[in-house]
């Protein structure tokens, strides 16, 4: 993941990079990626605004261990309010 601090915006924007190498199929990179912007989703209103975050994905895991993952990336990166 990675982040840059935006003052000129009040709300974060967020991008999911999935390389063709990571997965061939585009039905299963949007799979992910939907995924993770459902995790997003519901982890908006505990992120602080004012940030352009990008999340590359590099292996494919289960949804459980794919929102833990996520999650502890938010918190290592201090995104949390």
Same mark, same amino acid.
């Given at each position: 993941?990675?982040?840059?601090?935006? $003052?000129?915006? !009040?709300? +974060?924007?967020?991008? &999911?990079?999935?390389?063709?190498? /990571?997965?061939?199929?585009?039905?299963? =990179?949007?799979?992910?990626?939907?995924?993770?912007?459902?995790?997003?989703?519901?982890?908006? $209103?505990?992120? !602080?605004? +004012?940030?352009?975050? &990008?999340?590359?994905?590099?292996? /494919?895991?289960?949804?459980?261990?794919? =929102?833990?993952?996520?999650?502890?990336?938010?918190?290592?990166?201090?995104?949390?309010?």
């Amino acid at each position: 993941m990675k982040y840059i601090a935006n $003052p000129r915006r !009040r709300h +974060g924007r967020f991008s &999911v990079v999935i390389s063709k190498k /990571v997965l061939k199929s585009a039905v299963k =990179r949007n799979r992910v990626r939907r995924r993770i912007y459902e995790i997003v989703r519901l982890e908006l $209103p505990h992120i !602080r605004g +004012g940030f352009d975050v &990008v999340i590359m994905v590099v292996l /494919v895991m289960p949804y459980s261990d794919l =929102r833990t993952a996520v999650k502890q990336l938010f918190s290592q990166a201090g995104l949390y309010k």
